[in-house]
């Protein structure tokens, strides 16, 4: 099954890597967000890939649904995460897929095009950046600590991002924005970055990477948005002690 991931994750990845910097069909434009027509044609692909090998699971994308819904076996798929970075040319957005059994993950997947970069997790087994073993960092003390912070496309997402941008960039070293959930999840998995933290994300932007950083060493919250929709979320290197303000 992780060999289907990788090899869906890799197969979208090359089709966005063909089509980055050039002119992009926009199917929909909203004050805070990009649909790409790309981004249903990665889903497409990811989708071939999956069914063709098991065609009675269920596949829940960020572009919709398709397999069976009733089976245990889940594929959650962003095939672009960061598509507002793809859209304007910042190399710096991934494809995510993970692969829940019943309630649990049991496969998580990031490929980031743009470097090559594979962060591979299968539970139990570790987490792997291009097959060689990764861990999160150990730093424990907020002022050695880099923090991404996430903003969804909601006025309150993004409200509640400036009030944690106003309490952290005093505490820690460095703040980011980045505007890839997925892909910070699993640097975060990799020890570059040390915590993360966002209200109002799906699913797909956040399955893959909770895997990856759990089985990095690190440590998700998840909880369901206090303040709208989708999830918020903690994510650390598991050293961090970190809360919302
Ligand atoms: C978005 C990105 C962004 C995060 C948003 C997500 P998309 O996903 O991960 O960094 O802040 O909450 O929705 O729309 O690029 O797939
Ligand atoms: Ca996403």
Not at 211 to 217: F, N, P, R, T, Y
Request: proline content about 2%; hydrophobic content about 45%.
């Amino acid at each position: 099954m992780i060999e289907v991931a990788i090899a869906a994750a890799k197969a979208a990845g090359k089709l966005q890597r063909a089509a980055f910097g050039m002119e992009q069909v926009v199917n929909e434009s909203l004050a805070h967000d990009i649909k790409l027509e790309l981004d249903i044609k990665s889903q497409e692909l990811i989708e071939k890939h999956i069914l063709d090998h098991f065609p009675k699971h269920a596949i829940v994308g960020e572009e919709g649904v398709n397999g069976d819904q009733e089976s245990d076996y889940k594929w959650i798929v962003d095939p672009i995460d960061g598509t507002v970075n793809f859209s304007y040319g910042i190399p710096h957005y991934c494809v995510s897929i993970a692969l829940q059994y019943k309630h649990e993950i049991m496969i998580g997947v990031v490929y980031d095009p743009q470097r090559d970069e594979l962060f591979t997790s299968e539970r139990g087994k570790g987490a792997y950046l291009n097959n060689v073993p990764m861990k999160t960092s150990n730093r424990g003390d907020i002022k050695d600590c880099i923090l991404s912070l996430g903003m969804a496309k909601t006025a309150e997402s993004i409200e509640s991002a400036f009030t944690q941008m106003n309490f952290y960039a005093h505490r820690a070293k460095k703040l980011r924005n980045m505007g890839s959930a997925a892909l910070d999840l699993a640097w975060i998995a990799s020890g570059r970055l040390d915590a993360y933290v966002e209200r109002g994300v799906n699913w797909w932007d956040i399955a893959a990477g909770i895997l990856l950083i759990e089985s990095a060493g690190g440590k998700v919250k998840i909880a369901p948005n206090s303040i709208g929709k989708g999830f918020e979320v903690i994510a650390t290197n598991g050293s961090l002690e970190m809360a919302f303000v």
